[in-house]
C-alpha cells in the first residue's frame, strides 16, 4: 500500500467528470442518440447489492468466486407499440464453465444495439444490473454517442453512454471515452477525478483489512473527506452530515473481497454520502480508453452496485 497523495476534492473538477461521464451537455450535441422509452422487466435476484438483478463471476482473494443468483428478462418497446426481442441472462456462477449465450442482460443487448456500429470495435459493458432501492422491477435505458470535440480534453476521439433508470429516478450509468493517446486518456481521468493534495497533517483512521486512510474536513465543499489508495486506485468517501467511517469501511470490505480492474495508468472511486443519498462513482484508464461507472441514490447499494457493475465490465466485440 502507498501513501494517498493527491484526491479530487474541487467542485468544478468534479463537473468536468461528469461531462465525460454523464452523456450530458456536449456530449449529447448533435450527433447524439437516445432513446429512452424502452422497458425491461427483471426478477427478483436471490441476492441483493451489487448483484443486482443479473449476475456475474467476481474475482475474489486470489481465486474465482462469484455473486449467486440468476435473472431472466423481457422487454417491450412501449410508445411505440412494436415489441422488442425478449431474452433472458444468467452468468454462470461457476467461472470455469463458459455459457453459450452472451453474458449481458437483454437491456444491455438492446442498449448497445441502439448505438452506432462504429463504437462496437471497442466498446464495453456491465453484466451486472443495478437494482431500484424502492423494488420496482421495470428498468429504461436511454442511450448517447458523440463525437463533438470537448474544450479541455485533447484527443478525444468519441464517447458514448448508457442511463438505466427505473419509472421514478436514474439507477447507474455506464460510459466508454476514446482518445487518441493513452496519455490523453489520463489527462482526462486527472481533469475529472483532480488532483489536489491532501494536508500532511490529516489524522490517520484505520478501516479495517490493513487499510489506513487520511481523514480531514473540507471547508470549501462542507465536508469530511476519507481518503486511501490501493495499488492504482485512488479512494475518496465524503460525508455531508457526518465522518463516513462505515461507508468507507464497507468499500473497504468490498475491495478486499473482490478484484478491480487494473487501470492502465490510473483509477478513481469517489462515493459522496449525503442526507439525501449516496452516488457512487467509478473510472479508470483502460489504454486510450477512459471508462466510468456511476451508480445514483436510487439504487440499491450504491457504492456496491458501482463498484460490482465496474468490476463486471467486459468487452462488448
Given at each position: 500500500m502507498q501513501n494517498l497523495r493527491r484526491i479530487a476534492v474541487v467542485a468544478g473538477v468534479v463537473a468536468s467528470l461528469t461531462l465525460i461521464a454523464a452523456g450530458c451537455g456536449s456530449l449529447t450535441g448533435a450527433s447524439g442518440s437516445s432513446q429512452g422509452a424502452t422497458r425491461h422487466?427483471?426478477?427478483?435476484?436471490?441476492?441483493?447489492?451489487?448483484?443486482?438483478?443479473?449476475?456475474t463471476a467476481l474475482s475474489s482473494g486470489g481465486s474465482s468466486s462469484s455473486t449467486t443468483g440468476s435473472s431472466s428478462s423481457s422487454a417491450s418497446a412501449?410508445?411505440?407499440g412494436s415489441a422488442a426481442s425478449s431474452g433472458s441472462s444468467a452468468a454462470s456462477t461457476d467461472p470455469s464453465t463458459t455459457a453459450s449465450a452472451s453474458p449481458f442482460p437483454a437491456i444491455i443487448r438492446m442498449a448497445m444495439a441502439s448505438l452506432p456500429q462504429s463504437v462496437m470495435a471497442y466498446a464495453t459493458a456491465p453484466t451486472v444490473l443495478p437494482t431500484d432501492a424502492a423494488g420496482s422491477l421495470d428498468m429504461y435505458y436511454k442511450p448517447s454517442y458523440s463525437t463533438t470535440p470537448i474544450m479541455g480534453y485533447p484527443g478525444f476521439l468519441s464517447t458514448y453512454s448508457v442511463t438505466l433508470s427505473s419509472p421514478g429516478h436514474p439507477l447507474a450509468a455506464f460510459t466508454d471515452s476514446r482518445f487518441d493517446t493513452s496519455t490523453h486518456a489520463q489527462g482526462a481521468f486527472v481533469q475529472g477525478f483532480g488532483n489536489q493534495q491532501v494536508p500532511s497533517s490529516a489524522p490517520t483512521v484505520d478501516l479495517g483489512s490493513g487499510i489506513m486512510a487520511k481523514e480531514f474536513p473540507n471547508a470549501l465543499l462542507g465536508t469530511t473527506e476519507i481518503v486511501w489508495q490501493e495499488g492504482r486506485w485512488t479512494v475518496r468517501v465524503s460525508g455531508t452530515s457526518a465522518p463516513p467511517d462505515s461507508e468507507a469501511s464497507a468499500v473497504v470490505a468490498f475491495l478486499h473481497r473482490y478484484f478491480m480492474p487494473v487501470p492502465t495508468t490510473s483509477g478513481g472511486i469517489s462515493v459522496d454520502v449525503t442526507p439525501t443519498g449516496t452516488q457512487a462513482t467509478v473510472s479508470w484508464t483502460s489504454?486510450?480508453?477512459?471508462?466510468?461507472?456511476?451508480?445514483?441514490?436510487?439504487?440499491?447499494s450504491p457504492a456496491e452496485t458501482a463498484l460490482g457493475m465496474a468490476i463486471s465490465m467486459r468487452s462488448y466485440k
Open positions: 422487466q427483471t426478477s427478483p435476484s436471490p441476492s441483493s447489492g451489487a448483484s443486482g438483478a443479473s449476475t412501449s410508445g411505440s489504454g486510450s480508453e477512459l471508462l466510468l461507472v456511476r451508480a445514483y441514490p436510487g439504487a440499491a
